[in-house]
């Protein structure tokens, strides 16, 4: 069995390693820059922009893959999925239509309002900037504006937080159209990732991300900097009823696109809020594995990523084929100086000893026998352990171990940000 991985960073390098751990599995790769962690991992790798739809198709037929598993979005949007299924290659990510959960935030949410799905805030969707501008103004509670299509995460800004309601309007304008405004949602963020076969969901241990590039949640939003998920896979300001909730608002969303004729074959990601009222409600859903929460949910997978994959793309996932390892684990991003705004390029780094803690790369080169950072996210180390406390000493003790102009953040994972999540919850519920 052949499977060719799409991507190059942490997120696919975990893809990768979780795929290599079946010895009789042969791995092809595309990614842009040279991932030291991946490429060893491959019998063929192809240096390649991954939204080169025939180039990749290309290549798979070359390497002989008989699989592809698709790791970021971007590929997703560009119609990859559709070309490799027309050369005869299933791929475990969805359609350039299914995508659209992802890449077209306006569509997510009126497919919402379609099916009468949950968990939906107030919204609306405007095309003439003046209308959104009338809306902002007009009212009364905070609000998030956001472009529809893909920003990375970056591309979100919310009133009485980074912008004032003048802001948000400028905001809007300097948009254009079509632009998604929101009622801002108040609560504790979570991830829920689920395997999606079309119509069943097998979900993944619950995990929560850190967008904030410095500690204490300051600072700009990032790809996102580190995350943790808990040895019972919940997490202490979760309930079971609010995990319910989000589980089945997103088998309501599965339901709904393959009545719409996007039937949704991969990973369905959902991003929500837990609020006080209403519990879990969608800030949005991605159409992948998250980056950095593949990190910690695929160090977690007892069972065969690649077997998983075939299920999706047969029609038969089930819960009872998908099981974790009940333990803790911390993911800690290093990032380059200056990251996310004005990162410090291609500088040497060197690594400590890791220890017991998994070390994923990302957007780093290897040259001359060392390591030099790029311009986005540079290495990741995952810590585990019976509590969490145990994975974060291991992430931690990882990190701190490399030399060089990269930073992280340090509260990841510790029992202070987890008393200040749960008091945040207790404090509003
Ligand atoms: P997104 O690109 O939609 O994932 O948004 C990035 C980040 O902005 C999220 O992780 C949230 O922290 C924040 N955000 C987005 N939408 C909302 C909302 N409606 N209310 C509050 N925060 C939001
Ligand atoms: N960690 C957030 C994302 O992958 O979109």
Redesign the pocket.
Known sequence: MKYLVVGGGGREHAIAASLARDETAGLAAVMATRNPGIAPLADAVLLAPETDVPRVVRFAVESGSDLAVIGPEAPLEAGLADALAEAGIPAFGPTRAAARIETD?AWARALMTRHGIPGC?EYGIFTDPDEAVRFIRDHPGEL?V?PVGL?G????R?TGEQVDREGACAYARELGGPVVV?????GE?FTLQAFVDGAHLAPMPLVQDH?RAFEGDQGP?TGGMGSYSMPDHGLPFVTEQDSEAALGIMADVVRAMTAEGAPFCGILYG?F?NTAAAGPMV??FNARFGDPEAMNVLTLLESDLGEIAWRCVDGNVSPSAVTFEEAATVCKYLVPEGYPEAPVPSAPIRLGDPGPARLYYANVEERGGRLWTLRSRTLAFVGTGATLEEAEGAAERAASGVTGPVRYRHDIGTQALLEKRRAHMRAIR
């Open positions: 935030k805030p998030a956001k920003t995460g970056k591309g979100v919310i929101e009622e801002r949602l108040e963020e967008k939003n991003q809020m800030i949005e």
